[in-house]
């Protein structure tokens, strides 16, 4: 089983940057991914984006699309959630989750390996 730790949360402007980062650590010889996942007071976790571990294959929410930018650094055993333009209904907890699956979804159900989570807070 994989075990994540993100950092990088904070506050941030509209139309403002953050970079999330997901350390992770544990067996890496199978196929896994990566997913970033928000929630927001009295919302479902809802998910944000995916990559694979072997591949460049990713994933968005239609949210985040053209926004967002997941990447991965092997050699580092993380990932990161590059996050421009934002909004303040970007506002929520952040969570990265490790899974291995065959291919990048960011449908929740099949993702049980949450980190702690970091807060990020768009307002101006």
């Known amino acids: 089983q994989l075990q994540v730790v993100e950092s990088g949360g904070g506050l941030v402007q509209p139309g403002g940057s953050l970079r999330l980062s997901c350390a992770f650590s544990?067996?890496?010889?199978?196929?896994?991914?990566i997913g970033w996942f928000r929630q927001a007071p009295g919302k479902e976790r809802e998910g944000v984006s995916c990559i694979m571990s072997s591949s460049s294959s990713t994933t968005y929410a239609d949210s985040v699309k053209g926004r967002f930018t997941t990447s991965r650094d092997n050699a580092k055993n993380a990932v990161y959630l590059q996050m421009d333009s934002l909004k303040p209904e970007d506002t929520a907890k952040y969570y990265c989750?490790?899974?291995?699956?065959?291919?990048?979804?960011?449908?929740?159900?099949?993702?049980?390996?949450y980190g702690q989570g970091t807060q990020v807070t768009v307002s101006s």
């Open positions: 989750a490790a899974e291995r699956i065959p291919y990048c979804t960011i449908a929740t159900r099949v993702w049980h390996s």
């Open positions: 544990g067996s890496t010889s199978d196929k896994y991914a």
